[in-house]
């Protein structure tokens, strides 16, 4: 089984240290929930595990089975099997996302495969795309449509979607936090994180909104103050947090921010 294992991560921006020694242990099949504070270092934790250049890990270790996932570049991580879905994704205008999702794919699955070289057969990626794409009831439109461009907070949240589920990733970080969803489209995105099967990846979900978590229950809830996990629960912790905030921890900890 998979492990993606965080030791002591420390993570600075310029000259300001955002993480203070985050310890998270992720096992395949897990689902754990990340919550805290705006401006706690939840999103700097997901850019540090996708190795997003403005984030500079000043200490500790992230590995994945033992590889040392700080010594790869973000695409090598991502052939690794380690997906994040990212707060404000990008536009990519003029690509396709059947085209997005071919590459994206077959780079995952054929992670020796040299820039230039075939990518997966398309009748057998088209029948894939199409299956999937049914299962979590989305319209073929959409696959025709340029990545990201123009699409509301509902359709990026698909677009997120049809990516997990085509790239079958290993570990999955999923930031929502302002990603400005009404109540719909918050339970079809809970609905069909739960369709592909959470059971299939490690998943970590920064989320303020319990209905995310209503199919995907977590197996534990951590709790970011000041850059560091303060707590650590199970699906009553994020229960608690949704309902009351964040006072209590606030004052438990009062050094921490
Ligand atoms: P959260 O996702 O929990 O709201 P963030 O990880 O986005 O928190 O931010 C944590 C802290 O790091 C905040 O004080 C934020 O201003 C700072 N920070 C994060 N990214 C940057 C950046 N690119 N430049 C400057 N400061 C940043
Ligand atoms: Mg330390
Ligand atoms: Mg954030």
């Known amino acids: 089984t998979h492990v993606l294992k965080i030791e002591d991560l420390h993570v600075a921006v310029g000259d300001k240290e955002i993480l203070r020694g985050v310890n998270l242990t992720i096992n395949h099949g897990e689902t754990h929930a990340l919550m805290g504070p705006n401006g706690s270092g939840k999103s700097t934790l997901g850019l540090a595990i996708m190795g997003h250049p403005g984030y500079e890990v000043t200490g500790g270790a992230i590995t994945l089975d033992g590889r040392d996932v700080l010594a790869m570049?973000?695409?090598?991580?991502?052939?690794?099997?380690?997906?994040?879905a990212f707060q404000r994704p990008m536009a990519i205008p003029g690509v396709k996302m059947a085209d997005f999702l071919r590459h994206a794919t077959t780079n995952v699955r054929r992670p020796e495969r040299k820039e230039g070289e075939e990518l997966i057969p398309?009748?057998?990626?088209?029948?894939?795309?199409?299956e999937k794409m049914e299962h979590l009831r989305m319209d073929s439109e959409f696959a025709r449509r340029y990545v990201n461009d123009g699409f509301s907070g509902g359709?990026?949240?698909r677009a997120e979607i049809l990516q997990l589920a085509m790239l079958q990733p290993k570990?999955?970080?999923?930031?929502?936090?302002?990603?400005?969803?009404?109540?719909?489209?918050?339970?079809?995105?809970?609905?069909?994180?739960?369709?592909i099967g959470h059971q299939k990846m490690g998943l970590l979900i920064i989320t303020h909104h319990?209905?995310?978590?209503?199919?995907?229950?977590p197996d534990f809830t951590h709790v970011m103050l000041g850059g560091r996990l303060v707590e650590t629960g199970?699906?009553?912790?994020?229960?608690?947090?949704?309902?009351?905030?964040?006072?209590?921890?606030?004052?438990?900890?009062?050094?921490?921010?």
């Open 122 to 130: 398309m009748r057998e990626f088209r029948k894939e795309l199409k």
């Open 234 to 257: 199970g699906k009553e912790l994020a229960d608690e947090l949704h309902r009351h905030g964040y006072d209590r921890i606030r004052k438990a900890y009062p050094e921490a921010e």
């Open 171 to 195: 570990f999955a970080v999923l930031d929502e936090t302002d990603s400005g969803l009404d109540a719909d489209a918050v339970r079809l995105a809970s609905e069909s994180i739960a369709d």
């Open 210 to 217: 319990d209905k995310l978590l209503e199919h995907n229950p």
């Open 155 to 157: 359709e990026m949240k």
């Open 73 to 84: 570049e973000p695409d090598e991580r991502a052939r690794a099997g380690i997906f994040m």
